[in-house]
């Protein structure tokens, strides 16, 4: 098997170009599909990684996320995408992580280090031009497509429109709710009024629906972004804000959407990854792997139209709080000598 990772990692390094040198080291690293900052961001760090000579990256596109965070804690896979929450479910052992019990996750998610985090995408509502929707207040008594049939992206959405308009799910609107590659479809052929979705400006969902017809997207409104409820709420683990230049996010949408802002600011809320190791990975391998990463961020930026919108710059984003995950003490090293600030409470 190492013979085998051995020759796919020199034949990798050869196809792209790299140096004579062949990378030190395998690694194997889980993340989802192509199309968003969850992918983007693995798969960048294995490019540059296998160019330096630092590591061959062996990617595995097709990975459930709650099961590579395990695997990572049990050290059965070197790199991962990890949404914020999973490290903390897994802390507490509630959620996908129940079967493991309180115990034995929280022994897990200790071992679980951050080399740096990014979002994987930005709730907004949206709709078409034709619905005549003017806010949020419009969302009563209306279909809303809140994302799939369980999991955190559901809670969120509930949680925001709650926040926001005081309805809840079946009780002032009706929740529609679909695996993640049939959103665009319900959305796009009229089986729902509105949607409130984690987006990124744009990704490939957002390309789809605007090609069906002019749509606008509405930011949370100023005074419930900045309501005690949704501050709390937006420290929970794997959540933070986001702001930005409504003419920004207005752009980067496209010439078939408009952005609907009371104040030329777009406000959302930030569902957070990052790229996650096992704490016990080489301190010089973690420094070298993020120093490439952070070095690279205008090649990473350069890659997607939605790279530079989704904080891969920004190394506090979505951390601290009650989740135990931490930076490695590598990954601190290389973003501290590149000028960032890390914060203490992210620091083991």
Same mark, same amino acid.
């Given at each position: $098997?190492?013979?085998?990772?051995?020759?796919?990692?020199?034949?990798?390094?050869?196809?792209?170009?790299?140096?004579?040198?062949?990378?030190?080291?395998?690694?194997?690293?889980?993340?989802?599909?192509?199309?968003?900052?969850?992918?983007?961001?693995?798969? %960048?760090?294995?490019?540059?990684?296998?160019?330096?000579? #630092?590591?061959?990256?062996?990617?595995?596109?097709?990975?459930?996320?709650?099961?590579?965070?395990?695997?990572?804690?049990?050290?059965?896979?070197?790199?991962?995408?990890?949404?914020? #929450?999973?490290? !903390?479910?897994?802390?507490?052992?509630?959620?996908?992580?129940?079967?493991?019990?309180?115990?034995?996750?929280?022994?897990?998610?200790?071992?679980?280090? $951050?080399?740096?985090?990014?979002?994987?995408?930005?709730?907004?509502? $949206?709709? @078409?031009?034709? &619905?005549?929707?003017?806010?949020?207040? =419009?969302?009563?008594?209306?279909?809303?497509?809140?994302?799939?049939?369980?999991?955190?992206?559901?809670?969120?959405?509930?949680?925001? #429109?709650?926040?926001?308009?005081?309805? &809840?799910?079946?009780?002032?609107?009706?929740?529609?709710?679909? /695996?993640?590659?049939?959103?665009?479809?319900?959305?796009?052929?009229?089986?729902?009024?509105?949607?409130?979705?984690?987006?990124? !400006?744009?990704?490939?969902?957002?390309?789809?629906?605007?090609?069906?017809?002019?749509?606008?997207? !509405?930011?949370?409104?100023?005074?419930?972004?900045?309501?005690?409820?949704?501050?709390?709420?937006?420290?929970?683990?794997?959540?933070?804000?986001?702001?930005?230049?409504?003419? =920004?996010? =207005?752009?980067?949408?496209?010439?078939?959407?408009?952005?609907?802002?009371?104040?030329?600011?777009?406000?959302?809320?930030?569902?957070?990854?990052?790229?996650?190791?096992?704490?016990?990975? /080489?301190?010089?391998?973690?420094?070298?792997?993020?120093?490439? !990463?952070?070095?690279?961020?205008?090649?990473? $930026?350069?890659?997607?139209?939605?790279?530079?919108?989704?904080?891969?710059?920004?190394?506090?984003?979505?951390?601290?709080?009650?989740?135990?995950?931490? @930076? %490695?003490?590598?990954?601190?090293?290389?973003?501290?000598?590149?000028?960032?600030?890390?914060?203490?409470?992210?620091?083991?």
């Amino acid at each position: $098997m190492k013979a085998l990772r051995l020759l796919a990692g020199m034949t990798a390094a050869i196809a792209m170009g790299a140096s004579a040198a062949v990378a030190q080291v395998n690694l194997s690293a889980e993340t989802v599909s192509p199309g968003g900052s969850a992918y983007l961001g693995p798969a %960048h760090l294995a490019e540059i990684a296998a160019q330096r000579g #630092i590591a061959n990256i062996q990617l595995n596109d097709s990975a459930v996320l709650t099961n590579s965070v395990q695997n990572v804690a049990e050290g059965k896979t070197d790199i991962a995408t990890m949404p914020m #929450i999973l490290p !903390f479910l897994l802390s507490r052992g509630v959620g996908p992580y129940t079967s493991l019990g309180p115990e034995k996750g929280k022994e897990l998610a200790a071992n679980l280090r $951050m080399l740096n985090p990014y979002s994987l995408g930005v709730f907004f509502m $949206m709709a @078409y031009d034709t &619905k005549g929707f003017k806010g949020w207040d =419009d969302l009563k008594g209306k279909k809303v497509m809140n994302g799939p049939p369980r999991g955190a992206a559901l809670n969120n959405a509930r949680s925001i #429109i709650q926040i926001v308009t005081g309805l &809840k799910d079946g009780d002032g609107y009706t929740g529609v709710q679909t /695996d993640w590659g049939q959103v665009s479809a319900v959305i796009t052929d009229g089986t729902v009024d509105v949607a409130v979705l984690p987006e990124l !400006f744009p990704n490939q969902r957002v390309i789809e629906i605007g090609a069906a017809g002019r749509a606008t997207a !509405f930011p949370i409104p100023k005074a419930a972004f900045e309501s005690e409820g949704m501050k709390n709420y937006m420290k929970a683990p794997g959540n933070a804000p986001f702001i930005a230049k409504a003419a =920004d996010i =207005d752009a980067a949408l496209g010439d078939s959407w408009s952005v609907s802002s009371e104040d030329g600011i777009f406000r959302g809320m930030s569902t957070v990854g990052s790229i996650g190791v096992h704490k016990d990975m /080489d301190e010089e391998l973690a420094y070298q792997l993020t120093k490439a !990463f952070v070095e690279t961020l205008p090649q990473l $930026m350069a890659k997607a139209p939605f790279a530079a919108n989704v904080g891969f710059d920004d190394p506090a984003s979505g951390v601290c709080g009650p989740s135990p995950y931490k @930076y %490695h003490p590598g990954a601190i090293r290389a973003w501290e000598e590149a000028g960032y600030s890390i914060p203490d409470c992210a620091k083991p």
